[in-house]
């Protein structure tokens, strides 16, 4: 599975971004997908993840409320909806696939290339 992150760029505090992760596989479906991000030198942490018919979903509490991922599997694509964005939400943000377990993981074999989102105050 390729995937690629797209969306990412400059924004100030209280704006809005969205984030597309689109995947090369005809079996997209069979897919867990999530977020993770990753600040200058620092780990890269989870961010949010979507289940396999999108049914299922879940949070980082420092974004809960504000991010809201879904996915169209119609379009093989993943979405990241981010509204209040804060300075500390500046990051690297890098989607992720697997088909085993629910949810990806740092672990997960499939990673996008990332894309940077700047907040700034």
């Known amino acids: 599975v390729q995937l690629q992150a797209s969306g990412g760029g400059l924004v100030q505090a209280g704006d809005s971004l969205r984030l597309s992760c689109a995947a090369s596989t005809r079996t997209f479906g069979s897919y867990g997908i999530a977020w993770f991000r990753q600040a200058p030198g620092k780990e890269r942490d989870f961010v949010a993840a979507i289940n396999r018919n999108g049914g299922m979903t879940t949070y980082a509490d420092s974004v809960k409320g504000r991010f809201t991922i879904s996915r169209d599997n119609a379009k093989n694509t993943v979405y990241l909806q981010m509204n209040s964005l804060k300075p500390v939400d500046t990051a690297i943000y890098y989607c992720?696939?697997?088909?085993?377990?629910?949810?990806?993981?740092?672990?997960?074999?499939?990673w996008g290339q990332g894309t940077q989102v700047t907040v700034s105050s």
């Open positions: 992720a696939a697997d088909d085993k377990g629910l949810y990806p993981t740092v672990n997960s074999d499939y």
